[in-house]
């Protein structure tokens, strides 16, 4: 590499849990630079949870979060004339932010009215190992391990 390795940004913890892993949450979340709605949209999710769980919102979205983290993906690499998918480890850093990226992605994409009810509701499904980031999930790790006979390409 020509340039050296960017600095990390640090990421401040949240006001009401003091967790800087809801700060990235949000972070992805948010559009337009609106983050005091996107926290907003956030807290009334864990709420929605915590009414309908009897449990703590914050651990249900933990542990939703956890289900929907996948531990491999594929990349396409080029070898000779032959395109073939290669399986490959992924580190932390990227399994989080994929895991972020993907429960957002979906419950952008539910059917409930408020943005809050369908990340409450995608949480909810995630927390049962259930709904489409969950499947994501699944899918992923399918397709790694249909691939794993070209894991020797690897980089």
Do not use: C
């Not at 396409?76 to 957002?104: C, D, H, W, Y």
């Not at 499947?135 to 691939?147: C, G, L, P, Y």
């Amino acid at each position: 590499m020509r340039k050296s390795k960017p600095k990390k940004r640090i990421v401040l913890p949240d006001p009401k849990y003091n967790d800087q892993l809801v700060t990235m949450f949000v972070n992805n979340l948010m559009l337009r630079g609106k983050k005091s709605k996107a926290f907003a949209i956030f807290y009334s999710a864990i709420d929605t949870v915590s009414e309908k769980t009897k449990e703590d919102g914050l651990e249900v979205w933990k542990k939703a979060l956890a289900n929907v983290t996948p531990a491999v993906e594929v990349k396409s690499r080029r070898i000779g004339g032959a395109t073939f998918q290669i399986p490959s480890e992924i580190r932390a850093e990227r399994k989080m932010s994929v895991a972020i990226k993907n429960l957002i992605k979906f419950a952008r994409k539910r059917n409930e009215k408020k943005m809050s009810a369908k990340l409450a509701g995608e949480i909810m499904a995630a927390y049962k190992e259930e709904g489409a980031a969950f499947k994501r999930k699944q899918d992923t790790h399918r397709m790694a391990d249909a691939n794993k006979a070209f894991s020797h390409f690897r980089f």
